[in-house]
């Protein structure tokens, strides 16, 4: 099972910014639709960020603060997280999803990187 790399996470105050980056091996197949989810002890996995050709979308609790992107490699996605607060604390996944050419479906997932932030 091919699995997405992420780095990046850590440990940052309360109003400070991390970056996360994301990459699937090199030569693999086109994945048009990359993002991240987060999951907080004791809750469920939550969509965060995810980009497609069809543009962005973020969940109400990181509008304005989280901006995700890709990068120039292919299939790199990057999560630049600006005035961060205590409850964005999680374990951070990266998520792709494409559609092979017999019309099935395939998702990807990285191992998760934690990000603590402090108050």
């Known amino acids: 099972q091919v699995q997405l790399v992420e780095s990046g996470g850590g440990l940052v105050q309360a109003g400070g910014s991390l970056r996360l980056t994301c990459a699937a091996p090199?030569?693999?197949?086109?994945?048009?639709?990359m993002g991240w989810y987060r999951q907080a002890p004791g809750n469920q996995r939550e969509l965060v960020a995810v980009i497609s050709n069809g543009g962005t979308n973020y969940a109400d609790s990181v509008k304005g603060r989280f901006s995700i992107s890709r990068g120039n490699t292919k299939n790199t996605v990057y999560l630049q997280m600006n005035s961060l607060k205590p409850e964005d604390t999680a374990v951070y996944y990266c998520?792709?999803?494409?559609?092979?050419?017999?019309?099935?479906?395939?998702?990807?997932w990285g191992q998760g990187t934690q990000v603590t932030v402090s108050s």
């Open positions: 090199p030569n693999f197949f086109n994945i048009p639709t």
């Open positions: 998520n792709g999803r494409r559609t092979a050419w017999d019309g099935i479906p395939y998702e990807y």
